[in-house]
């Protein structure tokens, strides 16, 4: 089975502060992992993705994220946080290879303070 | 990529009565999701529907409550019967990138959502 953790409902920074969100992960198999953000009153987008390769993933709007294998961890950074990063934010897992089924994390709202 | 629409974007329903979404993609997929967002919490997958088979539901979800079509590879809706106000939720149509072949590096993409308000 597979399954996510995001420490972290509500994490509040400065603007141009360090972002951080926490994921970790569980999985019998390689996974896929992920990170989506969602705007107010819209759908999901995804930020960045891991498969295979770099562990280290870049994605839109300047975030990016680690692949930690003896972690288990997919955390999500960003360097200066501006006002328009305030969003929920999920973490995903899923088996590697073939339609199979995502599981998504339990979400972070960021806020940004100017 | 693949761009998806969603009908209608939100609805005020209600107790008793049924209201079916439709999800439309721009691309032929072999396989679509719909999905739940509760106030608050994370999403959960309800049903994976393939095009000429009925759907697959996930525990905790029964097709009497949430029946859903898939007539060709672009459509598919999503009806909720019999509504409560536990219902109240966002309804999200998910699709795999085209022409993907199994096994591969596959991307997901979500359509806007259905914002439904059961009273």
Redesign the interface.
């Known amino acids: 089975a597979q399954s996510v953790t995001q420490l972290g409902s509500h994490v509040s920074v400065s603007e141009g502060a360090l972002v951080l969100l926490r994921c970790n992960y569980s999985s019998s198999v390689p996974p896929y992992l ?1 990170w ?1 953000v969602q705007y107010p ?6 930020l960045l ?1 891991y ?1 295979t390769g770099a562990t280290l993933v870049k994605g839109i709007n300047g975030f990016e994220a680690e692949f930690k294998k003896s972690e288990t961890s997919f955390h999500l950074t960003k360097p200066s946080a501006h006002m328009s990063d305030a969003a929920e934010y ?1 973490c995903a897992v899923r088996y590697s ?3 199979q ?2 599981t ?4 972070t709202k960021l806020q940004v303070i100017p | 990529s693949a761009v ?1 629409s969603q009908k209608p974007s939100r609805d005020i329903c209600q107790r008793g009565t049924s209201l079916t979404i439709q999800c439309q993609v721009d691309s032929q997929v ?2 679509m999701f719909w999905y739940r967002q509760q106030p608050g ?5 309800i049903a ?1 529907a393939n095009q000429g088979s009925e759907a697959t539901y996930e525990s905790g979800f029964v097709i009497d409550k949430f029946p859903i079509s898939r007539p060709n590879l672009t459509f598919s809706t999503l009806t909720v019967s019999n509504m409560s106000p536990e219902d109240s939720s966002i309804y ?1 149509c998910s699709v ?1 990138t085209p022409n993907t072949q ?12 259905t ?1 439904l308000t059961v009273l």
Do not use: H, W
């Open positions: 992920f989506y009153n819209q759908g999901l987008q995804l993705k498969t999920f290879g073939g339609y089924k995502v998504f994390g339990t979400g | 998806i072999t396989m919490q994370s999403l959960t997958l994976t999200l795999f199994p096994g591969g590096n596959n991307e997901q993409f979500f359509g806007p959502g914002r």
